[in-house]
T-cell receptor, first 113, second 114 residues
Framework: AQSVAQPEDQVNVAEGNPLTVKCTYS??????LFWYVQYPNRGLQFLLK??????LVKGSYGFEAEFNKSQTSFHLKKPSALVSDSALYFC???????????FGKGNQVVVIP | DVKVTQSSRYLVKRTGEKVFLECVQD?????MFWYRQDPGLGLRLIYF???????EKGDIPEGYSVSREKKERFSLILESASTNQTSMYLC?????????????FGPGTRLTVT
């Protein structure tokens, strides 16, 4: 079985401050990890992924994520949040040989001007 | 750019009606997926298809069926709509392979069953 936990329902951050959205996962074998963002009344947009290699992955819109195998985590980060980053963020995982993604429940990020 | 389109953005149906949700992708992807999204529950997989006429149940297939007659088109069918199927429905597609490719999502269909 594979699963994702996003422990916080909502993350509030002041504009210009660092943003972190937490994700931990459980999977058999090596994990493939993804972050998606969803703006209101829209589909999900791909932000970044970890497959192998460097633990720090850089993605779209200045976001990055750090893979930590020992802690089974893949936290999303942005050094300086913008009001336009306010959205719903989903972490997802799939294990080797599995066609399906398991999604977390999502984190609402609110960036306060 | 990959484009995944869904036939309707908003849909209102009555209880007991048969409902068709259509999804089309233009990147020749083998794999296609249907999810429903509910607040606090994230995305849950209803069905997926890895080839024409091939399908597999996801985590919540009850009350739904699917059809994939052509590679680019994947339809979700609610045989007899019920109020508990009021939700946002998202379609996605991807290419399988030894590496892991991201899924590309459509804009979603918000279905209300009254």
């Amino acid at each position: 079985a594979q699963s994702v936990a996003q422990p916080e329902d909502q993350v509030n951050v002041a504009e210009g401050n660092p943003l972190t959205v937490k994700c931990t996962y459980s999977v058999s074998g090596n994990p493939y990890l993804f972050w998606y963002v969803q703006y209101p009344n829209r589909g999900l947009q791909f932000l970044l992924k970890y497959i192998t290699g460097d633990n720090l992955v850089k993605g779209s819109y200045g976001f990055e994520a750090e893979f930590n195998k020992s802690q089974t985590s893949f936290h999303l980060k942005k050094p300086s949040a913008l009001v336009s980053d306010s959205a719903l963020y989903f972490c997802a995982v799939r294990g080797t040989g599995n066609n399906r993604l398991a999604f977390g429940k999502g984190n609402q990020v609110v960036v306060i001007p | 750019d990959v484009k995944v389109t869904q036939s309707s953005r908003y849909l209102v149906k009555r209880t007991g009606e048969k409902v068709f949700l259509e999804c089309v992708q233009d990147m020749d992807h083998e794999n296609m997926f249907w999810y429903r999204q509910d607040p606090g529950l994230g995305l849950r997989l209803i069905y997926f298809s890895y080839d024409v006429k091939m399908k597999e149940k996801g985590d919540i297939p009850e009350g739904y069926s699917v059809s994939r007659e052509k590679k680019e088109r994947f339809s979700l069918i609610l045989e007899s709509a019920s109020t508990n199927q009021t939700s946002m429905y998202l379609c996605a597609s991807t290419t399988p392979g030894p590496s892991s490719y991201e899924q590309y999502f459509g804009p979603g269909t918000r279905l209300t069953v009254t």
